[in-house]
């Protein structure tokens, strides 16, 4: 990006990020997440610290929250409610750490009360509520206001005074005048309550509990306000006169006094003697984070004495002596450089946007998928634009969305290609009865990218892992194998000879071929890749069916009667038209029998398949993310399986329950927004 494309870029987003704010701050309706937010926040910052001469304190990075709203009477803040600066890596943090370190000199510093200068940090969670400022006078709640522009905020006493964990009355001995900051918030309990009364009376549902929170605060009938069920958790003292209180010396003290008054607190809290000490409570929260009965996106590290923090100062909207540590967003924004195309085993042609190494939930990509052109069209999508991506646990990064404001009109629309840019086959739709399917397929048999895509997802579900990709491409270069079935008849000599293997290499390959050759019933439908016949309808048939000769029998009726009606694959739960067409048309294949009947002279065993038992689980369907403490993931499947369960991939209204480990990704914010029940690793291992 040279200095012209830096100057245009910063003015696109320092508009976008005004709006934004607007939209946030004064409205209380964001149209992005947080995690957009701060992702362009943080691409304006990247390169302003190349170009510092477009550097404006006054441009809307620089502001510390909104206007206040008219509606509301206007409150001049005593002293000036602050913001923080967020950072999003350990590299970060440590930087903050030395920028501190040297602003104050310790080593030149003088003693403190004639003992060293204690240095040490205090670690608490940081709420995604409203930030709002309580005035105390002679023990009594006096005024109660919003940040707003950090130096003018709504007054909403009225509304506070409706929250229990506000005391009206300080406990004694309380101070002649006290301003205490803090955030007021919504546990996600309660918003699952609210959005599901507001969707039984066709209300619009509240994004998170955030917006939920600040919305509420800010209605002019208090009552409203008391229907929410808020809470408040102070954080901070930003005035005392003492009045019986001992004057505090650090952060942590401040807390104290906090609670003795009658303040709520939260109790993940810590005094850090090392920035190691602060990274060991960084990723300690990260575990209860899920589960965590509020909405919080990280951890606010403050320089904790208090001397300390008077010398280090403001800069700008933000206090030198904090930062605010933010968890690994979900989603961030990037610029689209090109659109590539990937072709799949099953010949379909999938669109991936490629753009710079972008940092997204804990780590850096450089592809999403686009899914297909029907995706395309309908995010409007250009080469060029800006746009947000999605990627939770280890799913494929996605593009969601695109930020049309920040287009500059170079931005050129994609087109599917016409033909295979593997093969240079012919492209086209394929026909699913009543409607032509939305993805583009290559339809040359022979497309070398379908067969190299196959090979890796048969190995994979056969469980071969010493066969990798780059190894599957050299036999295949090497001209030992020429289909999934040679790789059965592979011995040791072949490969050994080979430049890069040796005998033990060559060893360890064969006998995990050997060992693989048994293969249940389910797993041998899912390794064919016949299309629309993934891991769970693979194991709905086998289940109905038993054995493989009963599927092909089923999916081919003309054998045995004229009329191709297959009436049974059709009546099977979640399987229906398109799915049966697509096994009659894979088996109706003579290649496709041959190959299989080629797997079984080559020594695979297809294990037939037990009638699915009912049990207790029968009729329940499960969703597992995270990680759980006690078994795997798989072994978590196959116990849901064996009492008649079923897992599903994704949650649908059909899902029973979610499971939710440590760290879940995406799959446990569609269940809440779907009510369905949300269950911990403890509650699961009961229902087993």
Not at 254 to 277: A, P
Not at 350 to 375: C, I, R, W, Y
Request: net charge positive.
């Amino acid at each position: 990006m040279n200095k012209d494309d830096a100057e245009k870029r910063i003015g696109k987003l320092r508009r976008e990020i005004a709006c934004l704010r607007e939209e946030y701050h004064v409205y209380d309706k964001p149209s992005v997440s947080d995690a957009v937010f701060d992702s362009l926040n943080r691409e304006l910052k990247n390169i302003l610290r190349k170009y510092p001469e477009f550097a404006d304190s006054n441009a809307p990075e620089n502001r510390v929250a909104g206007r206040p709203l008219e509606k509301f009477a206007k409150v001049h803040h005593k002293n000036k409610m602050l913001s923080l600066n967020d950072v999003f890596s350990e590299e970060e943090l440590r930087d903050w750490e030395k920028r501190v370190k040297k602003l104050l000199n310790l080593e030149a510093l003088p003693p403190l009360g004639g003992k060293a200068s204690k240095f040490d940090y205090f670690c608490e969670v940081k709420f995604d509520g409203l930030a709002v400022s309580l005035i105390y006078s002679k023990g009594r709640l006096v005024k109660g206001a919003t940040r707003g522009d950090g130096l003018i905020g709504e007054d909403i006493t009225e509304n506070l005074k409706t929250i229990h964990s506000i005391p009206l009355v300080l406990m004694l001995p309380y101070p002649e005048y006290l301003e205490v900051r803090g955030e007021v918030v919504m546990s996600k309990a309660t918003l699952a309550k609210l959005n599901k009364k507001n969707k039984r009376e066709n209300k619009a549902l509240f994004a998170n509990t955030r917006n939920a929170a600040a919305g509420s605060m800010r209605q002019l009938d208090p009552k409203l306000a008391a229907e929410r069920h808020l809470d408040f958790f102070a954080y901070d003292i930003a005035e005392i006169s003492n009045g019986g209180q001992v004057a505090p010396k650090s952060h942590s003290e401040k807390h104290i006094i906090l609670r003795k008054l009658g303040f709520q607190v939260d109790k993940n809290e810590v005094v850090c003697k090392s920035l190691d000490e602060v990274l060991s409570f960084i990723r300690k929260f990260e575990k209860i984070r899920p589960s965590f009965s509020y909405g919080t996106d990280g951890v606010v590290v403050s320089v904790n004495s208090l001397e300390f923090q008077n010398m280090l100062g403001v800069a700008g909207k933000a206090p030198r002596f904090m930062a605010a540590f933010k968890y690994p967003a979900e989603r961030a924004t990037t610029v689209i450089k090109e659109v590539k195309i990937n072709v799949g085993r099953t010949g379909v042609l999938t669109p991936l946007a490629v753009f710079e190494p972008t940092a997204v939930a804990g780590s850096t990509v450089s592809k999403a998928t686009l899914h297909n052109m029907d995706q395309i069209t309908r995010l409007d999508l250009r080469v060029g634009d800006t746009v947000v991506i999605e990627k939770a646990g280890d799913v494929i990064p996605k593009v969601v969305e695109v930020l049309p404001r920040l287009r500059t009109g170079k931005e050129k629309k994609f087109k599917m290609p016409k033909i295979c840019p593997s093969c240079g086959g012919k492209i086209e739709k394929k026909n699913l009865g009543t409607a032509a399917s939305v993805a583009h397929y290559c339809v040359n048999q022979k497309c070398f990218a379908k067969d190299e895509r196959y090979l890796e997802h048969f190995v994979s579900v056969f469980g071969i892992y010493e066969l990798g990709p780059k190894i599957l491409r050299r036999f295949k270069d090497e001209g030992l194998i020429t289909d999934a079935a040679d790789i059965f008849t592979l011995e040791k000599e072949d490969i050994e000879l080979l430049e890069h293997f040796g005998k033990k290499s060559a060893e360890n390959i064969i006998n995990e071929i050997k060992s693989k050759k048994k293969i249940p019933l389910d797993k041998f439908l899912w390794a064919l890749g016949i299309v629309h016949v993934g891991e769970e309808t693979a194991r709905d048939l086998a289940a109905h069916f038993g054995t493989l000769e009963k599927v092909i029998i089923s999916a081919i009726p003309a054998r045995i009667s004229a009329r191709m009606v297959l009436a049974e694959i059709d009546s099977l739960e979640n399987i229906g038209p398109v799915v049966s067409k697509s096994l009659h048309d894979f088996f109706q294949n003579k290649n496709n029998l041959d190959f299989i009947k080629k797997l079984e002279k080559n020594g695979v065993v297809i294990e037939k398949a037990n009638k699915r038992e009912r049990g207790k689980l029968t009729g329940r369907t499960f969703v597992l993310t995270g990680t759980l403490e006690n078994m795997s993931r798989e072994i978590a499947k196959e116990k849901i399986l064996a009492l008649g369960g079923k897992v599903s991939g994704s949650v649908s209204a059909y899902t029973s329950y979610v499971v939710a480990g440590a760290e879940p990704g995406s799959k446990l914010k569609n269940a809440r927004k779907l009510g369905v029940k949300v269950l911990t690793e403890e509650e699961f291992f009961k229902m087993l």
